[in-house]
């Protein structure tokens, strides 16, 4: 019953994680530290202003605003060429590369 109780807490939390991303509105200040952390991370595959001159990783400004676990799921888990980052990234970086990437680079707040 311990083993069952330790699941149910487990499974929870992983369900709350992803659900916090849910948000479609974003704030500047939000925007502005994913674009920082979005810049450090990010910008080697998909380019500046999410503008990359490739075509081996997805144009980032056409992420469906309204599917934000996609996102959390693609990031945090990887997606084609793309590599896990849930190593890397906390849960809260991650909300905050949600924020600059959704709000289409702080153009839509």
Known sequence: MKLRGIFMILAAGAIAAPAA?????????????GRELYLRTCRGCHGVNMVNGG???YDLRKFPVD???RFFNAVSNGKNNMPAWKDALTQDQIKLLWAYVGSRGGKEL
């Open 67 to 69: 599917d934000p676990q």
């Open 55 to 57: 075509t081996t990783s």
């Open 21 to 33: 991303l849910s948000q479609t509105t974003f704030n500047a200040k939000d925007a502005e530290q």
